[in-house]
């Protein structure tokens, strides 16, 4: 069964470095999302991107992130300087085209703690 | 602003059934999900429901009333590796706006 992957699984970084955070979608999707969830909380919404281009973004996606598709399979998260409240878990999801479900495929979360 | 209240944790036995309620307050509905997180891993996706009523999907089901507010998720015949935390999250906004607002999530916790 075709899944998400996302690498690494755990990132550890020095307040102020730079992340780039990988994923690549289930093959045909053509919806691409960014999640985040800090230790026991609530999973908030980054980010989703369709067509090479961002589609929404919450409030949490200010100036210091940014998304790129840089080929055919990859999709990435860059955070450009951490600050010590990035640390979270940070998902990345995809999903077709088709159908109405809206529904989504998880990857396994990439933990980043930023120290 | 958007505002979405779950059970904080909830328990059940194993072959029993368990509603799972979850009320919200926002702009623009335009539909909800639920989803299933076990514990340090990713949430996945249970039912989206747009329109008011119930559907069913296996030993699980979802319903919705968007006049109150209101949903619930309803799993049947539970089993031990249903405990796990459950996601209600609403997505609004005008234009069919996608973002998706989740609740804190109730835990849900089996036992034999």
């Known amino acids: 069964e075709p899944e998400v992957t996302q690498t690494p699984s755990h990132q550890v970084t020095q307040m102020g470095q730079e992340v780039i955070l990988r994923c690549v979608p289930i093959?045909?999707?053509?919806?691409f999302y960014w999640y985040r969830q800090i230790l026991g909380q609530k999973v908030e919404f980054l980010v989703s991107?369709?067509?090479?281009?961002?589609?929404?973004k919450s409030e949490i996606f200010d100036d210091q992130f940014s998304v790129e598709r840089p080929d055919g399979s990859n999709f990435t998260l860059k955070i450009r300087s951490t600050k010590l409240e990035d640390s979270a878990m940070y998902f990345c999801?995809?999903?077709?085209?088709?159908?109405?479900?809206?529904?989504?495929?998880f990857g396994p979360g990439t933990r980043l703690t930023v120290t | 602003g958007q505002n979405i209240d779950q059970p904080t944790e909830m328990t059940a036995t194993e072959g029993a059934i368990v509603q799972i309620n979850c009320t919200y307050q926002?702009?623009?509905?335009?539909?909800l999900f639920w989803y299933q997180q076990h514990a340090g891993e990713a949430p996945t996706f249970l039912s989206y429901?747009?329109?008011?009523g119930l559907e069913e999907k296996g030993r699980f089901s979802s319903f919705l009333s968007r006049s109150k507010g209101y949903s619930y998720l309803l799993l049947k015949e539970l089993q031990m590796k249903d405990s796990a935390s459950y996601l209600c999250?609403?997505?609004?906004?005008?234009?069919?706006?996608?973002?998706?607002?989740f609740g804190r999530g109730t835990s849900l916790i089996v036992h034999p």
């Open positions: 999801a995809s999903r077709d085209l088709a159908g109405a479900t809206y529904e989504q495929y």
């Open positions: 093959s045909n999707h053509l919806y």
């Open positions: 991107f369709y067509n090479n281009e961002i589609s929404e």
């Open positions: 926002t702009s623009g509905f335009n539909g």
């Open positions: 429901n747009v329109l008011d």
């Open positions: 999250a609403v997505r609004s906004g005008s234009g069919g706006s996608y973002i998706p607002t």
